[in-house]
């Protein structure tokens, strides 16, 4: 079983900058692409930011200079830095990552946390 756990989101002024973490624990052998995607009420899934295993980035041009997206393989966790925060920023924030829990098998499986709550006030 694997798990993604986020942390880091919270409330925060306009201009403001949050950090936020994503965990991955359970039965893994390898972790390729990771994200970070966004939902506001009423709007669709977005992606904000991707990462491959050869920490090759990608961010949509409403993120593109303000948020950084980074990994850390030695403990299974994705990064987004956020800063210069926007009220539009105001979402609840998901980690995903593709794993490959087994070395057994060639499958990879595209998991999801929980989502973090970020708030921006203005």
């Known amino acids: 079983q694997v798990q993604l756990v986020e942390s880091g989101g919270g409330l925060v002024q306009v201009g403001g900058s949050l950090r936020l973490s994503c965990a991955a624990s359970?039965?893994?052998?390898?972790?390729?692409?990771m994200g970070w995607y966004r939902q506001a009420p009423g709007k669709q899934r977005e992606l904000v930011a991707h990462?491959?295993?050869?920490?090759?980035?990608n961010y949509p041009d409403s993120v593109k200079g303000r948020f950084t997206i980074s990994r850390d393989n030695a403990k299974n966790t994705v990064y987004l830095q956020m800063n210069s925060l926007k009220p539009e920023d105001t979402a609840v924030y998901y980690c995903?990552?593709?794993?490959?829990?087994?070395?057994?098998?060639?499958?990879?499986?595209?998991?999801w946390g929980q989502g973090t709550q970020v708030t921006v006030s203005s």
């Open positions: 990462i491959t295993n050869n920490n090759i980035t």
């Open positions: 359970g039965s893994i052998f390898s972790i390729n692409d």
């Open positions: 995903n990552a593709r794993i490959r829990p087994n070395i057994n098998l060639p499958y990879t499986y595209l998991y």
